[in-house]
């Protein structure tokens, strides 16, 4: 666990919270609040807590609807909210089943300021959606297209003066999503995830890595802890990957907070470096298009 001193705004002190999920929403969240709430005061330099996809519930299209809720006059929010103000710290509260007025469901996360406001809502764009059979990895078959819409714009949130785009789990199988962030100038993106065990080893590592080599930037996966007995049992290992693309930090499969400090620094270090932004040729890539 660092405890740099981050009075730089350059850098940054957050954590990443790899906790076990359970079928009672309030017992979730009320975890949720208190490891937010003892790492602060173990870490005075937090500023920001970082929260797995579908956190405060379990990951089954058939339980979406049943703990969904409304962004932001839900339980889940009101509790998020109110924690960062008093903390004075952002939350990125990994992601929620949303409830909209037309009673839509989307997979959202939502982040949070200092003062407890909503600083950005994120509606997962790419929904899970895969059949591998059963003789390949162990099998998977997953459709969120079954219960839930997917949202439609990117978003893109100010922590201090650091941009950071927010995508969660599947979106960040994606270049073209991540790249866009990289357009929007963000130095760091946060993919709240519950990535499946069969495609764990092959992709997790690679896919975060691939995103931050592509775009020279931080990027950080917080996954729930490990559960042999649930009926989708998560990866864990969530991640922070620098911008030189090298895994800063790694959590097990089990129940692991993660307390880090990143160094802004490091993505003006690399993208001086290895200029490959300003190498991009976009007149072939544009021309490649078109004769397709
Ligand atoms: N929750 C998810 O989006 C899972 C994505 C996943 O496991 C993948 O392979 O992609």
Redesign the pocket.
Known sequence: MSKGNNSNSNKLTLAVLQLPGGSNVSANVRQAVEHIAQLKAANPQLQLAILP?SFNGP?AIEEFGKHAESVPDGPTCRELSQLAKKLAIYIIGGSIIERDANNKLYNTCTVWSPTGKLIGRHRKIHL?T?HIEPDQLGGVYFDESAALTAGNEPTVVEIGPHKVGIG???DK?FEELARIYRNMGCSMLVYP????IC?GPM?WELLQRARAHDNQLFVVTCAPARNNMSGYVAYGHSMIVDPWARVQREAGDGFELMVEEIDFNKVDEVRRQIPIYKQRRTDVYDLARAST
């Open positions: 996809e990951y899970f895969m969660i789990c599947h199988r995830s519950a990535f499946c495609q992709h």
